[in-house]
């Protein structure tokens, strides 16, 4: 009978001790990320504010380029070359 007890108030014991100490871990990195984020959040703010101010300098940021296109000679297929040995040149 005892042994009965002790299997069932052993892991009630276990599981209500991992809660307890799951519980103010969760509060506590949740507050530490909050902190953390906030001056990052804060930055990126202030950086917007600041874009959007007109100055009386101009832009000196580039227009973006669009990539160049160029013409690669293509090698002539495998297809070709064996259609173009096999014929017979006079």
């Known amino acids: 009978m005892s042994l ?3 299997l069932i108030i052993a892991p009630v014991a276990i599981l209500l001790g991992l809660f307890l100490a799951y ?3 969760r509060l506590l990195l949740a507050h530490m990320a909050k902190q953390i984020t906030a001056p990052i ?3 990126i703010q202030r950086q917007r504010d600041r874009r959007t ?3 009386d300098s101009p832009d000196r940021r580039k227009p ?3 990539p160049v ?3 690669i000679p293509r090698e002539t297929s495998d297809r070709r070359k064996a259609a173009e040995s096999a014929t017979p040149k006079a």
């Open 53 to 55: 101010i007109d100055r």
């Open 41 to 43: 959040r804060e930055f």
């Open 4 to 6: 009965l007890i002790v």
């Open 23 to 25: 519980l103010p871990m």
């Open 69 to 71: 296109r160029t013409m």
């Open 64 to 66: 973006p380029v669009e």
